[in-house]
């Protein structure tokens, strides 16, 4: 089965959506200029092809009381699947981390965790992280400021038949 090609038409719709899921149809159909019908089917097409995840809400962490974010750089013992695989399991399972990247280089992994406050990030170390077995090395940083964060991916860098 061949890949699905976005064009430039499906392009625009995915722009828009990454700024506003909550678009109504209509003025997403006339933003693309397209009528309602063939630009609710393309959405969907693009739902079915998972080139959409998922439409989420992004909250403002600080305004909802968590302030905090740590950068983690995580190296285990051996790069051995079941030490891989424990420790993917186990982190899947925790609300604080936001984010967790299998990495080359110095570590093995790479977590932005968020909290409240310094004490919830001691809890979380000596609860959570450092009871993970296989764990050799942790290395924390944290973030003074965030200076860009974006959810929009970069379409115009994708070439798009047309």
């Known amino acids: 089965m061949a890949a699905y090609q976005l064009d430039s038409i499906d392009k625009k719709i995915l722009e828009i959506l990454q700024t506003d899921a909550t678009i109504p149809n209509i003025e997403l159909a006339e933003r693309v200029c397209l009528s309602p019908s063939p630009c609710s089917r393309r959405v969907k097409n693009l739902h079915e092809q998972g080139f959409i995840n998922r439409s989420v809400t992004l909250l403002e962490a600080e305004k909802v009381g968590l302030p905090v974010s740590v ?50 990030y001691q809890r979380f170390l000596d609860k959570k992280l ?33």
């Open 71 to 120: 950068f983690i750089q995580v190296t285990l013992n051996h790069q051995v699947k079941k030490e891989i695989t424990r420790f993917e399991e186990t982190i899947e399972q925790w609300p604080e981390v936001m984010e967790c990247y299998l990495m080359t280089g110095d570590f093995d992994y790479l977590l932005r965790v968020v909290v409240p406050d310094l004490q919830s």
């Open 130 to 162: 450092t009871e993970v077995q296989g764990i050799d090395h942790i290395k924390s940083s944290f973030s003074l400021k965030q200076v860009r964060y974006r959810t929009e991916l970069p379409l115009d860098q994708v070439d798009a038949p047309d």
